[in-house]
């Protein structure tokens, strides 16, 4: 049985600028800050525990995505304005 974190890392988003190669990335109890165009757009597989917003960020375009997984997120919503 998995709980959720109280405890969380803040990383600024410029942490992945260099990994545009990234496929597979996996976090837990960690808070993401900063502009989401930092990572990769071949991005596969997105699995973040704790995810901690109650929307995806706009600049999160992730096109390529197959698979995310969000387990203990706030999510209420994808996006907080429509998207084409």
Known sequence: ME???KNTVDLNTKA????NKLRLLQLAGVQLNGDFKHLS???????WHGFPSTYTPAEFQQGNLV??????SNLKQIWKKSQV
């Open 67 to 72: 698979a995310i997984e969000l387990k203990y």
């Open 16 to 19: 992945f600028k260099k990994m």
């Open 3 to 5: 709980f959720p974190r």
């Open 41 to 47: 757009r071949e991005l596969r597989w997105l699995y």
